[in-house]
């Protein structure tokens, strides 16, 4: 039985479960449950806290985990990405009262507050910068306000925290996160159990990425029409009972969907229909 940890709490729980129940698996009912058992998928999950995923995934008592690329990477876990999910998007960035430092030179002998103390550590010594770095469990973008600290570094997904509290990002950003699958360093992830878990997944992400169209085209147009719904391998192309027609059929980025129907059109492509794709494997 496979054995996955799925975080339990916060912005990576809700969306990690959707993704999960999309794919396929049973999950639990109530949020107090702290392992369920799917038998007929032979998997076994286990909600636990998202900073403790890389910890449980690197000791190798459980198989794989779903968690942030910043939260693997700040907790020095051997574990390694697999898989990124497209969710719980967010940068990890250096920020203070305007006019406090422009870059991350300026932080020397200063204090930085932030909740991921791996991944500032690491990336101060990385440039040889001399700071402290004082660990808080949240909020921190008040630790400036109260004197704990002159500068944070913190996740920032729309900007709104540190705006609220007065605050500016300065420096490169210091690392993109998403949500993703993680499994303990050098173990085989071509187990055929872990991959139909990874195709599963993908099938998920390709279905909210992708729609499916179908549209008529007059077969002197059908290069043109093909050329801009190429499809994954080629699209379907089938005969209509009216001659010099033909039916084509072909996935395309959802996002793109709208633009590709106006230009179907413009070529004399008609009856041109999207529809959703619920599951897929490539
Ligand atoms: N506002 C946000 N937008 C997108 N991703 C976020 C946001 N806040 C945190 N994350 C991501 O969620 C993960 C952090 O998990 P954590 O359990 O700390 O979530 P949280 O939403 O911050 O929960 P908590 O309520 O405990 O603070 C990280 O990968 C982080 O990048
Ligand atoms: O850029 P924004 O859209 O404002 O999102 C970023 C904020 O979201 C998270 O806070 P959370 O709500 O998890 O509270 P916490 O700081 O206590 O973890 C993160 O720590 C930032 O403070
Ligand atoms: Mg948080």
């Known amino acids: 039985?496979?054995?996955?940890?799925?975080p339990n709490k916060g912005s990576l729980s809700g969306p990690a479960a959707e993704m999960l129940h999309e794919a396929g698996y049973q999950q639990r009912r109530e949020s107090k449950e702290l392992r369920i058992v799917d038998p007929v998928n032979e998997v076994e999950f286990f909600y636990l806290r998202p900073r403790d995923i890389a910890i449980y995934v690197s000791s190798g008592r459980l198989d794989i985990g779903i968690t942030g690329r910043d939260l693997l990477i700040d907790s020095g876990a051997k574990a390694e990405e697999i898989l990124p999910l497209g969710f719980a998007r967010s940068t990890f960035r250096f920020a203070a009262k305007p006019g406090t430092a422009n870059d991350v030179e300026d932080l020397k002998g200063k204090t930085v507050a932030t909740s991921y103390e791996g991944i500032?550590?690491?990336?101060?010594?990385?440039?040889?910068?001399?700071?402290?770095?004082?660990?808080?469990?949240?909020?921190v973008e008040t630790a400036i306000e109260l004197g704990v600290a002159e500068v944070i570094a913190d996740v920032v997904e729309t900007g709104t925290s540190l705006r609220n509290a007065g605050l500016e990002v300065f420096g490169e950003p210091i690392m993109k996160s998403e949500a993703v699958v993680i499994r303990r360093t050098g173990a085989d992830t071509e187990e055929p159990k872990v991959q139909q878990f990874l195709r599963r997944l993908q099938g998920v992400l390709v279905a909210r990425t992708y729609v499916m169209m179908d549209y008529d085209c007059?077969?002197?147009?059908?290069?043109?029409?093909?050329?801009?719904?190429p499809g994954l391998e080629?699209?379907?192309?089938?005969?209509?009972?009216n001659e010099g027609w033909v039916a084509v059929r072909a996935m395309v980025p959802a996002k793109e969907a709208q633009?590709?129907?106006?230009?179907?059109?413009?070529?004399?492509a008609r009856a041109i229909l999207t529809t959703a794709i619920h599951a897929c494997r490539l």
């Not at 039985?1 to 799925?6: C, E, G, K, S, T």
């Not at 077969?219 to 050329?227: H, P, T």
């Not at 590709?260 to 413009?266: R, S, T």
């Open 259 to 268: 633009r590709i129907m106006d230009d179907l059109y413009d070529i004399g």
């Open 218 to 229: 007059r077969v002197e147009q059908l290069e043109k029409a093909v050329a801009l719904t």
């Open 120 to 139: 500032v550590a690491g990336h101060l010594a990385d440039r040889g910068v001399d700071a402290s770095v004082v660990h808080l469990d949240g909020a």
């Open 1 to 6: 039985m496979l054995r996955i940890a799925v």
């Open 234 to 241: 080629s699209p379907t192309v089938s005969p209509l009972h």
